[in-house]
Nanobody, 121 residues
Framework: QVQLVESGGGLVQPGESLRLSCVAS????????MSWYRQAPGKQRELVAT???????NYTDSVKDRFTISRDNAKNAVYLQMNSLKPEDTAIYYC???????????????WGQGTQVTVSS
């Protein structure tokens, strides 16, 4: 199995920053794409940012120029630097990775448990 552990969430005021981390561990595996999703109260889960193994990063319009997704392949980690946070960024943020266990021929998706981000004055 592949386990994902997120960290870095918390309570901040508008305009402040947070850096989320997600580390994958478990059996031998290979990671392809890595992404961050979020789900606000009363709303559906949405894709925030994604970084493919060999493609350009992509962001939802509401976070462009404020958030930056990055990865460290040696650490099997993905990060989300969130600057100029707004109240509408309040949500539970979930890490998602596209990975293949060594005993498999196919890639599948794994989810973290989520980390709460609250932006309020």
């Amino acid at each position: 199995q592949v386990q994902l552990v997120e960290s870095g969430g918390g309570l901040v005021q508008p305009g402040e920053s947070l850096r989320l981390s997600c580390v994958a561990s478990g059996s031998r595996f290979t990671i392809r794409a890595m992404s961050w999703y979020r789900q606000a109260p009363g709303k559906q889960r949405e894709l925030v940012a994604t970084v493919p193994s060999g493609g350009n990063t992509n962001y939802t319009d509401s976070v462009k120029d404020r958030f930056t997704i990055s990865r460290d392949n040696a650490k099997n980690a993905v990060y989300l630097q969130m600057n100029s946070l707004k109240p509408e960024d309040t949500a539970i943020y979930y890490c998602n990775v596209e990975a293949r266990e060594s005993i498999r021929l196919y890639y599948t998706y794994y989810w973290g448990q989520g980390t709460q981000v609250t932006v309020s004055s």
